[in-house]
T-cell receptor, first 111, second 115 residues
Framework: QKEVEQDPGPLSVPEGAIVSLNCTYSNSAFQYFMWYRQYSRKGPELLMYTYSSGNKEDGRFTAQVDKSSKYISLFIRDSQPSDSATYLCAMSRNQGGKLIFGQGTELSVKP | GAGVSQSPSNKVTEKGKDVELRCDPISGHTALYWYRQSLGQGLEFLIYFQGNSAPDKSGLPSDRFSAERTGGSVSTLTIQRTQQEDSAVYLC?????????????FGPGTRLTVT
């Protein structure tokens, strides 16, 4: 079993919809939680990071971490066709070192 | 400012040949990471350089893989005697300091195809 599980999708939504992307994990030592966006044939781009449990908002994006359930989410409001990409969750145990990634969820926002 | 750059962007090699992949981190970033992204495996950690400390090589899949970082900046990932299962996108990332692994910035990757 992978340390981080993420539904690969694909997920298709109409423009303007609220998108919910999720990851579960098994290692309770994870403290930092990141979301990356990756366009086709590009490197991952950091969207947000969160330390420990709680919510963090940045524009149309909201990240939530529930450490008690070992569950993290990324919400995208008013989704746009330009949001069409693969979204990767990533986690780390401490401030330094490697990130453990989920498989990525492919999102398509239809105009 | 300039982001992480990697070269070559694409590499096709024959099975059994050696390849070298290069990474130029963001200027001023002291921590550098290599990952591999392949279908079915997702993004996997390979190696991490943290300033002047010994690198964390725990993710290297075999002794055919090695990496070095010269002068605290440019890094080279070398794969010896390439195998078809080495085909993947090799991604490099950097962060400002070792304690900011949660803010890793990735390059565009090198797409390696072993025929």
């Amino acid at each position: 079993q992978k340390e981080v599980e993420q539904d690969p999708g694909p997920l298709s939504v109409p423009e303007g919809a609220i998108v919910s992307l999720n990851c579960t994990y098994s290692n309770s030592a994870f403290q930092y939680f990141m979301w990356y966006r990756q366009y086709s044939r590009k490197g991952p781009e950091l969207l947000m990071y969160t330390y420990s449990s709680g919510n963090k908002e940045d524009g149309r994006f909201t990240a939530q971490v529930d450490k008690s359930s070992k569950y993290i989410s990324l919400f995208i409001r008013d989704s746009q066709p330009s949001d069409s990409a693969t979204y990767l969750c990533a986690m780390s145990r401490n401030q330094g070192g490697k990130l453990i990634f989920g498989q990525g969820t492919e999102l398509s926002v239809k105009p | 400012g300039a982001g992480v750059s990697q070269s070559p962007s694409n590499k096709v090699t024959e099975k059994g040949k050696d390849v070298e992949l290069r990474c130029d981190p963001i200027s001023g970033h002291t921590a550098l990471y290599w990952y591999r992204q392949s279908l079915g495996q997702g993004l996997e950690f390979l190696i991490y350089f943290q300033g002047n400390s010994a690198p964390d090589k725990s993710g290297l899949p075999s002794d055919r893989f090695s990496a070095e970082r010269t002068g605290g900046s440019v890094s080279t990932l070398t794969i010896q005697r390439t195998q078809q299962e080495d085909s993947a996108v090799y991604l490099c990332a950097s962060s400002y300091e070792p304690g900011t692994a949660y803010e890793q910035y990735f390059g565009p990757g090198t797409r390696l195809t072993v025929t």
